[in-house]
């Protein structure tokens, strides 16, 4: 029996503790890269750190929370109740193992399926990001400060999707058509750059193919912040597949319009 029922957010910095505690010290240094199939990706790497970092998390989990379900990119379901720990120990592997600090530890906390809280870890970068019913929040050197979205026209907006390689056929025309009426287009900033949707940087996050563990611990960031996340056909994306993220409900239904038809 779980000695709390729900969670609060200090426990999701305790797990981040034990994650950013095995990736940091692996980061630009000789790790060991096995290749795992993906769809799509004749190259999808893992490494020590995501495997040790994920079993860290889901050790501190089964000790306090026995009775929930846990889902993490390495070791798969643990089924539960109602509440599920959603965990990607490296979002972000292929920069983590060239050294770019844009990857991050994911975090996310569900409760019948809707995501109630999620944390982001960039160890590196001293940063931790994080959402529960007070709001988002940004930490970095001791300062806590809250996340809020902008409100810019589509023809201002910063668009941010990982790679271009991911949108083929019908979905490539949906993206084309979006950068076309945006202000610029950016490339590999993976779930950093989804963040600085919360933080205000950015505008529009796309994604064609999305796993769980790569959304979950983003959407309560992104919609306390004043955001918006949805799979293309406007459902909710805890499921993951193809994703928007927007910094308000204008720019996402602009967008959705544009990419009608852009399912990978």
């Not at 692996?26 to 790497?45: I, N, T």
């Not at 959407?219 to 955001?227: D, F, K, V, W, Y």
Request: hydrophobic share 40%.
């Amino acid at each position: 029996m779980s000695f709390i029922t729900t969670p609060d957010i200090a426990f999701l910095h305790r797990l981040a503790d034990l994650a950013d505690a095995q990736t940091l010290p692996r980061f630009r240094s000789a790790l060991s890269v096995d290749a795992k199939f993906k769809e799509g990706d004749r190259f999808d790497p893992v490494t020590d750190a995501d495997r040790i970092a994920e079993v860290e998390m889901r050790r501190l989990i089964e000790q306090v929370y026995p009775d929930h379900a846990i889902l993490g990119e390495e070791f798969g379901r643990k089924e539960g109740g109602a509440h599920c720990w959603v965990l990607d120990p490296v979002d972000g592997t292929k920069p983590f193992i060239c050294g770019i600090p844009v990857w991050g530890t994911l975090i996310g906390q569900t409760t019948d399926g809707i995501a109630k809280r999620g944390l982001m870890s960039q160890p590196f970068t001293e940063e931790r990001f994080w959402a529960d019913d007070s709001g988002a929040w940004h930490r970095r050197g001791g300062v806590v400060s809250r996340l809020r979205t902008r409100e810019v026209p589509l023809a201002e907006a910063i668009l941010h999707t990982t790679s271009p390689q991911g949108w083929r056929g019908a979905a490539r025309e949906g993206f084309e058509r979006l950068q076309e009426q945006v202000r610029m287009t950016r490339y590999g900033g993976e779930c950093y750059a989804m963040v600085m949707v919360a933080a205000g940087q950015i505008d529009l996050a796309v994604e064609p193919s999305l796993q769980p563990y790569d959304i979950v611990a983003l959407i309560p960031i992104i919609e306390q912040a004043g955001g918006v996340v949805t799979r293309l056909d406007g459902s909710r994306a805890e499921a993951g597949g193809s994703v928007l993220i927007s910094a308000n409900s204008a720019l996402h239904e602009q967008a959705l319009q544009l990419l009608a038809g852009a399912v990978a």
